[in-house]
């Protein structure tokens, strides 16, 4: 054997040529990303739909019970019953104009708030009846655009659970929500009757604006869906 023998290595890539196929991968992935970024995906809660659906019912609730009760302290900075001996609470008053405003009807004794009643019958004004309309649209709104709602069984669970807990804690307001004035000749208690058409108004309510809010909402998520 020969003792000066040659041993021959391979030879790598060139720098620059691994330099250029780096640059070519990052092309090729840029290329794989969608550019259509009319509908981006957004990250939402992975939460039960129940649970979601609840504390949303929950925090409708809240709020407008919040901002009746603003509204009720401007009414009464304002002089709303301010020739009275005996002023109702501002909670009793924010009891009677929320119910109100879903549509349930103001009785006096066993019969409904006629117009000579000025004091009560404009209670519900245009403003407080907007109210519970523009919370319920944008909590119909969130939950199905924060919350992952895979099936339509879920989304049924979800905005079941809203509707639900919603009614509820509205429709609880008729028992802080009476009124019955000493200075009357004929003392009348002034409430909204605990009855089924009590839970019917305020269903409805809630039904159509949580709807028309969670349709909204839904619409980007079909569309990305025909793509």
Same mark, same amino acid.
């Given at each position: 054997?020969?003792?000066?023998?040659?041993?021959?290595?391979?030879?790598?890539?060139?720098?620059?040529?691994?330099?250029?196929?780096?640059?070519?991968?990052?092309?090729?992935?840029?290329?794989?990303?969608?550019?259509?970024?009319?509908?981006?995906?957004?990250?939402?809660?992975?939460?039960?739909?129940?649970?979601?659906?609840?504390?949303?019912?929950?925090?409708?609730?809240?709020? %407008?019970?919040?901002?009746?009760?603003?509204?009720?302290?401007?009414?009464?900075?304002?002089?709303?019953?301010?020739?009275?001996?005996?002023?109702? /609470?501002?909670?009793?008053?924010?009891?009677?104009?929320?119910?109100? /405003?879903?549509?349930?009807?103001?009785?006096? +004794?066993?019969?409904?708030?006629?117009?000579?009643? +000025? %004091?009560?019958?404009?209670?519900?004004?245009?403003?407080?009846?907007?109210?519970?309309? %523009?919370?319920?649209?944008?909590? +119909?709104?969130?939950?199905?655009? /924060?919350?992952?709602?895979?099936?339509?069984?879920?989304?049924?669970?979800?905005?079941?659970?809203?509707?639900?807990?919603?009614?509820?804690?509205?429709?609880?307001?008729?028992?802080?929500?009476?009124?019955?004035?000493?200075?009357?000749?004929?003392?009348?208690?002034?409430?909204?009757?605990?009855?089924?058409?009590?839970?019917?108004?305020?269903?409805?309510?809630?039904?159509?604006?949580?709807?028309?809010?969670?349709?909204?909402?839904?619409?980007?998520?079909?569309?990305?869906?025909?793509?």
């Amino acid at each position: 054997m020969s003792s000066d023998r040659r041993f021959e290595y391979d030879k790598g890539p060139r720098l620059e040529d691994e330099r250029e196929s780096d640059e070519d991968d990052a092309d090729d992935e840029c290329e794989e990303e969608p550019t259509d970024t009319r509908y981006p995906r957004q990250r939402r809660l992975a939460v039960p739909p129940w649970k979601a659906g609840a504390v949303s019912g929950i925090g409708a609730f809240v709020t %407008v019970v919040a901002v009746t009760y603003q509204l009720v302290g401007a009414m009464f900075a304002g002089g709303l019953f301010s020739g009275m001996e005996d002023r109702p /609470s501002r909670v009793v008053i924010t009891g009677l104009i929320a119910l109100g /405003s879903h549509g349930a009807p103001i009785e006096r +004794g066993e019969e409904a708030i006629q117009g000579a009643y +000025g %004091v009560i019958r404009g209670l519900t004004t245009n403003v407080t009846a907007l109210v519970p309309a %523009v919370v319920l649209l944008i909590a +119909g709104y969130l939950l199905v655009r /924060s919350v992952r709602l895979e099936t339509r069984r879920e989304a049924g669970l979800a905005l079941g659970s809203l509707l639900l807990s919603y009614v509820v804690l509205t429709a609880g307001l008729a028992t802080i929500g009476r009124w019955t004035p000493t200075g009357d000749r004929e003392t009348e208690t002034i409430a909204v009757a605990i009855e089924p058409s009590l839970f019917a108004a305020i269903g409805g309510t809630a039904v159509v604006f949580t709807a028309i809010g969670a349709g909204v909402a839904a619409v980007p998520r079909l569309l990305a869906a025909e793509r």
